[in-house]
């Protein structure tokens, strides 16, 4: 394996598709690259997560230009990273009201929103195109605890805390009528699930909560948008059975006293056939397994990634 991390490799452009999903959702993905939900009614459009940079997030106001000219009021960040948010200044212009988050995700970007901007600029700089444009850090004008729900142009729109998984903030975003979920990195398809600030233990219950909505269609953190009942199960299968599998080997590794590179090599044998083939499983992988066995030993709330801590770790899994 390379010293560089997996991802600095990664500089294939990704095709965006921007997809409708019901009469008043959409989804925009890219082919395992980070993703982002619509909705769009007749009195204004609402954004779940603003994407890396403002150029990045301008190519997604063109596409929604094809469909409304309605003004773009909201914004919802699922979670702080800062992939999914550093693009927020771009929806300014637009008249912007409100850029939400829960609670835990406000706490978290305090605690850590700027060394994590610089981490994962430094591990996926194409994800991070045109960085220079990024004015600092995206902060919430509305934060909520649990639940909050809008009413735009007649839609409900219920904006939840379900339970940590991902991160501790994490966010859905719930269209009741239409049966429409954006799950943020809560659920994954086709793509490793990355786990370096995640609750492994607390993820499979807050899957289920989003099971009991019964959602039809769902836009997930990476991957192809769920398009049916059956897909939207097979999403959270899949997600659950990723998040289980890698806690699992990291218990065993803790109980077994192992090194954090013999950990490594413990849950390759078991995660890399099962998961090898999928979109990011390299570039995640160390993070994810430092951080489960970190959760195994006790120590619950993630430690906090640094640029310099990123490099220490990468290297150390990776020497002869």
């Known amino acids: 394996m390379t010293k560089q991390f997996a991802s600095v490799a990664d500089l ?9 999903l019901s009469d ?13 939900g619509v909705v769009i009614t007749d009195e204004g459009v609402l954004i779940v997560d603003a994407l890396a940079t403002p150029v990045m997030a301008r190519r997604l106001i063109d596409e929604i230009r094809k469909v409304t000219d309605k003004p773009i009021k909201y914004l919802v960040l699922s979670h702080y990273h800062a992939v999914r948010v550093l693009g927020a200044s771009a929806y300014g212009p637009e008249g912007c009201q409100e850029i939400i988050a829960s609670q835990g995700t406000y706490d978290l970007i305090v605690e850590r929103g700027a060394q994590d901007m610089q981490s994962e600029y430094e591990r996926f700089p194409r994800l991070f195109q045109n960085f220079e444009s990024v004015p600092g850090l995206t902060w919430p004008t509305l934060v909520f605890k649990e639940e909050m729900t809008l009413f735009m142009g007649g839609v409900e729109i219920r904006i939840m805390h379900p339970g940590a998984g991902h991160t501790k903030g994490d966010t859905i975003v719930w269209l009741p009528a239409e049966k429409v979920l954006f799950s ?32 039809e269609k769902l836009v997930p953190g990476r991957g192809p948008a769920l398009m049916s009942p059956r897909e939207v199960a097979a999403g959270l299968d899949y997600t659950q059975d990723f998040v289980t599998t890698l806690f699992r080997c990291a218990q065993e590794a803790v109980a077994a006293d192992m090194t954090l590179k013999q950990a490594m090599a413990h849950t390759r044998k078991v995660m890399d056939p099962k998961f090898g083939h999928v979109f990011i499983y390299e570039h995640c992988l160390p993070f994810d397994v430092t951080r489960a066995v970190d959760e195994a030993k006790g120590i619950a709330h993630p430690r906090i990634w640094t640029a310099e801590r990123d490099k220490e770790m990468w290297h150390g899994l990776q020497a002869d």
Request: hydrophobic share 35%.
């Open 24 to 36: 008043h959702a959409w989804g925009y993905t890219a082919e395992g690259d980070p993703n982002t």
């Open 12 to 20: 294939e452009e990704k095709k965006a598709s921007f997809t409708q």
């Open 184 to 215: 943020g990195d809560l659920v994954e398809c086709e793509a490793a699930c990355y786990t370096g600030d995640a609750h492994l233990a607390e993820w499979p219950a807050t899957l289920d909560r989003l099971r009991a909505l019964a959602p």
